[in-house]
């Protein structure tokens, strides 16, 4: 008799933990993307004769994934990713995109095409990105975006311009991904139109 009671109260118990278990809301995914870039001034007329090819940025392994990077301050050398909280492709592929239509709003060339779909070009503009997250502290969140942007003559392999950017945004309040994205996009808003600036001067 006591075993039975003992294994009655066994499956009281187990259902009682799948059901608390059931109860327990499962966060859901969420998606980011870049807008357009509102900041670029466009020329009276392409500063670059032909075709100008974008290609993928270069970078480290986890920018290669979707989900966004983030550093607490107290700990800057450590780096970790959202569990729930993914840009829409991985940030390589998004600062390309965003870098082609940035340039085509700027009319810098005469053709802005993506690398990957092999059409010839007389330029290829290169990206290295170094850092692309957020910083968390106790109360308020800041983002670092740093890299590097190349222009290249394809026929010879001439970088005509090289330049380094590292921007580290307004804090806004910590825990507000949404707001940590839009200052991802302030930076890569900052950093284009300077690039735009900087080829219309070739």
């Known amino acids: ?5 003992t294994l009655i109260l ?9 059901a608390c278990g059931g109860a327990q809301v499962v966060p859901q995914d ?12 466009r020329l009276p007329e392409p500063v670059l004769k032909g075709n100008v090819a974008v290609a993928a940025f270069s ?55 993506s690398a990957r779909a092999s059409q010839a070009a007389e330029y290829q503009i290169n990206g290295i990105l170094h850092q692309f997250e957020q910083s968390i502290g ?16 394809i026929a010879t392999g001439q970088r005509l311009l090289v330049k380094d950017y590292a921007i580290t945004t307004p804090p806004v309040m910590s825990g507000n991904v949404y707001a940590a994205v839009e200052s991802f996009q302030q930076a890569v808003n900052e950093i284009f139109a300077d690039w ?4 219309a001067e070739l």
């Open 30 to 41: 969420q998606f980011y993307r870049l807008a357009e870039n509102a900041t670029v001034t």
């Open 138 to 153: 106790a109360s308020e969140t800041s983002v670092n975006v740093a890299m590097r942007l190349e222009l290249v003559e």
């Open 1 to 5: 008799m006591n075993k039975v009671t």
């Open 196 to 199: 735009v600036v900087r080829l």
């Open 59 to 113: 970078t480290a392994a986890i920018y290669h994934d979707r989900a966004i990077v983030y550093a607490e301050s107290a700990r800057p050398l450590e780096l970790n990713q959202h569990h729930y909280h993914f840009w829409i492709d991985s940030p390589p592929r998004l600062l390309q995109d965003s870098l082609e239509r940035a340039l085509r709003s700027a009319n810098v060339a005469e053709r802005v095409v």
């Open 10 to 18: 066994a499956g009281l118990v187990s259902i009682g933990l799948v």
